[in-house]
Structure formats: structure tokens, C-alpha cells
């Protein structure tokens, strides 16, 4: 495991990405973003007052932390700047000018603005915030990637199966926002993870399996039904994206059993990339590989918007935040290239 979050940190040192940090007054995130600025990984955004942050900076004895960008939404000399962009982007939806000048002081929408702009490349946040307040702005300003239409949650996941995957290593979406996606939204999230893995895993050639009970048929029913249009529809987007499916857990996993089962896949057996059908299976089934396997599960990592924003568990450790720093500027880096 310390050898892919070692190589995806060095990535991020050799292409340095700028990336906003809106809960700056959070000593988890003050505490990673120390470290990352001692070791290179990015250049912080540090959003929240200066000299508070300056002052918890002295107290935990965070001698790095001035070398971070600090800004202050309430007083930025670019506040009145991104609000018209926000007026801009909402006035359709209702905003007036005046609250967009009120929303642009919430680090949470300033920092999206920022990479609107062009002032910076990725955002991470969450330490404080829930999922839904960190995706709003997102949503709002950054929008989703073109070509698709959902956001979706992807788990890294480095397992104690080197026959599975990539030596073990296996991405497996939706985890984390999408409840129950429809055909084409399963198809969006099958190529949005596909390149999650390429940027991210490091994985050259993803080999995706839509998951389901059912392989090639061998059950009925309206759930294996959209698995089998999503197929179509994936096909027809990504033309050149490996996929299969409807597949078993362990016809995508399982050379003999993938052989057997869909004889002539060539993801059958082969797959390091899992879409399971809906939230509830993804949920359950990355938490089981992590408690019963007792695999690495990095993420969720969040894909399908135009810019890399993530979204942290309030329970996050200091090192899961300096990782998904990292990740978020392999996930910039990889938007910039397309």
C-alpha cells in the first residue's frame, strides 16, 4: 500500500498542483498541511483569518505553515470579483448580486470560485463540513465533467488478493453518492472510475466489470436489465474503455470461474475496476473487504467533476488528509491533459 500512496505523493511533487484547503483553522488539516508544505507535495490555499491560523500555527508548533497562500474570503481583494462570477453562474437559479456577495464569504463556495478562476486547481475539504456542503458549491460552480452528468465516489482498494486485480490493487465505485443510479449514470461512473484508476491508481490498462447477481444472463430481472443497457451505453460513450458485464463478483475476479462462466471475456477474470449496481452494494461491500479482508480503503475519491473536488470523513486522521491532498493534485493533473 505505501508504495502506490509513495508513488501517487511523488507524482504530486513533480507536477505541483494548487490546492485549496477551506477548513484552514482545522488543526487536523493545519497539521497535514504543514506537512505536505515541508515535503512539496502542493501549494496551499489556506482559507480562514490570517492571524488565527498564523496563531494555532504557533501553538502546535506548525513552523511551515506561513509558506501556505492564506486568504481570508471576508476580506479578499478578489471577494467582489468572484461574486459577480457567482451572480453569473446562479442568476438563472434566483441568486441576487447581493447574495452572491454574502455566499462568496464561505470558504467552501470561495474556494470553487478560486478554481473557476483559474486561481487554483483542486479543493479538499470535509473535516468539518458534510458531504452535502462540500459537493453544493461544487455542483454549483465547478459543474460535472463533460459528458457526464453524475458525481460518484470512488474507494481505492489495496487487498490481500495479489491473484485479484492489479497484484490485489482494485478501484470499486459507486461507494458514496449516487443511491441508486440509472443505466446511463452506471455507465458515467464506469468511465469516470476507469480514469480514476488510470490517474490515480496508476493502473495502465483499467479492465472494468459491471457487477451484478447475475453473469451473461444466467438470472433475470429489471436490476440485471440496466446493468446489461448500461454495458451498451458505456460502449457507445467509451468506445475504447475494456468492459464487461452483467458479471458475478467472482467472474470478474476469479480466472477459473471467469472462464467458466463468460467464456471468451477478456474481463471476465481479469477486472480491477468494480461497478456494483447501486450505493447500498457498494457501501456494504468495500466495509466487508475492509473489516473481513482486512484491506487498505483509500477514499472515497470523488470523480465526475469538471475540477478535482474532494470530500473528507469528519473522523479523518492527519495522514488521510495529506494523502487525499495528494490524490486530489493527481486527479488535477490528469484534467489538465485531457
Known amino acids: 500500500m505505501m508504495s502506490l500512496i509513495n508513488e501517487i505523493v511523488k507524482r504530486a511533487q513533480d507536477n505541483r498542483q494548487r490546492i485549496v484547503l477551506p477548513e484552514g483553522t482545522e488543526e487536523r488539516t493545519l497539521k497535514a498541511a504543514n506537512q505536505l508544505i515541508t515535503d512539496g507535495v502542493a501549494d496551499l490555499i489556506l482559507l480562514g483569518n490570517p492571524s488565527e491560523i498564523k496563531s494555532l500555527a504557533k501553538e502546535w508548533?506548525?513552523?511551515?505553515?506561513?509558506?501556505?497562500?492564506?486568504?481570508?474570503?471576508?476580506?479578499?481583494a478578489q471577494k467582489e470579483k468572484y461574486a459577480n462570477l457567482l451572480f453569473d453562474l446562479r442568476k438563472s437559479k434566483g441568486m441576487?448580486?447581493?447574495?452572491?456577495?454574502?455566499?462568496?464569504?464561505?470558504?467552501?463556495?470561495?474556494?470553487?470560485?478560486?478554481?473557476?478562476?483559474?486561481?487554483?486547481?483542486?479543493?479538499?475539504?470535509?473535516?468539518?463540513n458534510t458531504t452535502g456542503n462540500v459537493l453544493r458549491p461544487a455542483l454549483q460552480i465547478i459543474k460535472t465533467a463533460p459528458g457526464i452528468s453524475c458525481v460518484s465516489g470512488a474507494m481505492l482498494l489495496l487487498t490481500k488478493a495479489p491473484d485479484c486485480g492489479q497484484n490485489g490493487l482494485l478501484f470499486m465505485s459507486d461507494v458514496a453518492v449516487t443511491p441508486d443510479p440509472t443505466a446511463e449514470q452506471l455507465a458515467?461512473?464506469?468511465i469516470s472510475t476507469a480514469d480514476t484508476a488510470q490517474c490515480v491508481g496508476g493502473i495502465k490498462e483499467p479492465k472494468v466489470?459491471?457487477?451484478?447477481?447475475?453473469?451473461?444472463?444466467?438470472?433475470?430481472?429489471?436490476?440485471v436489465d440496466k446493468v446489461v443497457e448500461a454495458l451498451k451505453l458505456a460502449k457507445a460513450k467509451a468506445p475504447h474503455l475494456l468492459i464487461d458485464g452483467e458479471l458475478q463478483a467472482d467472474a470478474a475476479l476469479v480466472t477459473s470461474v471467469g472462464e467458466t462462466k463468460?467464456?471468451?471475456?477478456?474481463?471476465?477474470?481479469?477486472?480491477?475496476?468494480?461497478?456494483?449496481?447501486?450505493?447500498?452494494?457498494?457501501?456494504?461491500?468495500?466495509?466487508?473487504v475492509q473489516r473481513l479482508g482486512?484491506?487498505?480503503?483509500?477514499?472515497?475519491?470523488?470523480?465526475?467533476?469538471?475540477?478535482?473536488?474532494?470530500?473528507?470523513?469528519?473522523?479523518?486522521?492527519?495522514?488521510?488528509?495529506?494523502?487525499?491532498?495528494?490524490?486530489?493534485?493527481?486527479?488535477?493533473?490528469?484534467?489538465?491533459n485531457k
Not at 482486512?294 to 478535482?308: F, N, T
Open 96 to 128: 441576487t448580486p447581493e447574495e452572491a456577495l454574502k455566499k462568496v464569504e464561505d470558504p467552501l463556495f470561495f474556494g470553487c470560485l478560486m478554481i473557476k478562476n483559474g486561481d487554483a486547481d483542486g479543493q479538499l475539504a470535509g473535516a468539518r
Open 61 to 76: 508548533g506548525l513552523g511551515n505553515i506561513e509558506k501556505a497562500t492564506i486568504i481570508d474570503p471576508a476580506t479578499s
Open 294 to 336: 482486512h484491506a487498505e480503503a483509500v477514499g472515497p475519491i470523488l470523480q465526475g467533476i469538471a475540477s478535482p473536488v474532494n470530500d473528507l470523513s469528519r473522523g479523518c486522521s492527519i495522514s488521510d488528509i495529506y494523502t487525499m491532498v495528494a490524490i486530489t493534485a493527481n486527479q488535477a493533473i490528469a484534467s489538465k
Open 209 to 223: 466489470a459491471l457487477l451484478s447477481f447475475s453473469t451473461k444472463g444466467s438470472a433475470s430481472s429489471p436490476a
Open 262 to 288: 463468460a467464456p471468451g471475456s477478456a474481463i471476465a477474470g481479469h477486472a480491477n475496476v468494480l461497478i456494483v449496481p447501486n450505493l447500498e452494494v457498494g457501501n456494504i461491500s468495500y466495509k466487508l
Open 188 to 190: 458515467e461512473i464506469a
